[in-house]
């Protein structure tokens, strides 16, 4: 009973690792089901955390913003809060989630869908902070590095990425202190992380402690040699890896197999919803199939610019196997791919969601 | 290099299937970095759910209080949370915790080691709303049931477990409804969840909705089938799990490498820390093994009798390859083995940890 209805019988064909094993067991997914709620609980939203949860204590931890700067500033925690605040819902992603369901499988965090989270982030704008430091006028780049350390392919770093002057500017990038109302758990960056909208979630710098002003292309890992697009392995560097494409993501409905995590559903009306979202601002339209006819779903109230929206689908479900999928088309028309883009680190595989269902 | 400090050489030469990597991706262990903290985050203690996360609405939400009882009872939230309080810090791990490093491995929920958490949890001892109820002299077991539900073996059901009378009426066996000072997220059982100090996590029933007295002991599949010891598959009903055996795990020191986990420590003063617990009670004694010679371990203060306990050691780390193990003794006298016991279901391998590490 429970074979009928694995998840998806074109994926896994090729094992897991114990270093792929590893690395699921402590960089924690969201829940399907946790799709249900506006908000996601802190304790739900999906966490990738490249080396260890460093420890920062609150009260020594310092912001330097240096390097190509006027006026270089260091914050502690006390002033950075004292600055002007706003509180914004941001849907993150990591850029590998679907990596999983590629074959061959890039060896790496093995996410198959459930890298996501929508959080109500509070803190101060970036922009009022880089004024009060002064960019010189032949600044290239910022580059933020965070708290965390470790290895990766043999290279032993900090964490770091770089922004353009230009994509640092922009209103909505802050740096972030509380998260749906309650300061920064350890993991999510305490004290003070990047939240960068619209980005996969590796532009959002965690543990943030320093920010420098540079003149030229930051050139680090995480920015060089991580985080990129490459259909080959000779295609180097390859294209950055950027803003979020388009996804929709269904709450599964019916119960679960334990095992399998198959799905058995009630024969009737059942309401299929989920959420879909977008690094290019509210997604406009969702479509569910149900056995490959595809639908327009209804869409929900728009609840920010960087948030993920809502949607809902009334469904007669018939007794037997039924496959449900979803795609979403963003607003500047892009659409979810029906069948994965294979690439060398496995970024950015949005392909639509399959579901196989039984119904009883 | 990274191929030098790989975790365990001993684990994993079995790949691992689609059906476990689901379960990892779903079943959120915490991190051994957090075994810093006295007290776990929310959204660091482990996760094991084996449905889905149901839907409760606080408001409506009740609990009922029957069977073979004097005065059937129900109670909402706002009752609940009237009655005597208490808030209590308790250690909780999955009865599956090491299941992944046993060979051959039992395909389940694939935890390492990372399947643990310590929380203050606040919340009414059971025992008074017992005495509200009135159990009937004849009453053998008290059967705990929560709102998910889902299909195991073949088997749909509500997840649900039973207590003797003896058990259920420990002071210390609380309805909890805060977990670090605030309501219980989702996916720690919100509204109202059954804590059991002193027994592996299966017997904390989450989304608790009705407590039924029973004169016969409970037949249901989590309790008859799932968390039992057999040592082969035809060694049925096999002995039931309860208490947690003792553990110690330790903060890897160093930093990590990103694929292997494996770790690179430099050369040095190192302070050695972790924690330790039992279901017997505050742990006694820790001892830390590099290359195999054992020494003791500093214990820290007592947190709770159903917390568990720091220890240290400083360690004078050499350049080269070491193996780091420890070992917890509880108030029983019980100790670590220093290899698994093999099992059907994998439940309860308290095996001492190994950490190899590379001092550079």
Redesign the interface.
Known sequence: ??QDV???SE??AE????????????N??S?P??L??DVT?????Y?L?????P?VDPASWRLSVGGNVERPVELGLDKLRALPAATIPVTLECAGNGR?LLEPRP??Q???E?AFGNAEWTGTPLRGVLERAGLRPDTAELVFTGAD??????V?HSYARSLTVQEALREEVMLVYAMNG?PL????GAPVRLLVPGWYGMASVKWLTDIEAVTEPFDGYQQQIAYRYQDDPDDTPGEPVSRMRPRSLMV?PG???????GR?VSAGPVELTGRAWSGAGPVQRVEVAIDGRWQDATMHEVLGDYAWRGWSLRWDATPGRHELRCRATDAAGETQPLEPHWNVQGMGNNAAQRLPVLVE
Do not use: N
């Open positions: 009973m429970t694995a998840m998806r994926a896994g094992p897991f690792g114990l270093d792929e094993l590893r690395l699921a067991g402590r924690r997914g829940l089901e946790a249900r709620y609980p802190v304790g739900l939203h966490l955390i490249h080396f260890d949860v420890y999983a060896v790496s093995p996410w198959l459930e350390r470790g290895v990766q392919d043999g032993a309650r758990e350890p993991q999510h599964p119960v679960p197999d334990f095992q399998t995590r058995f």
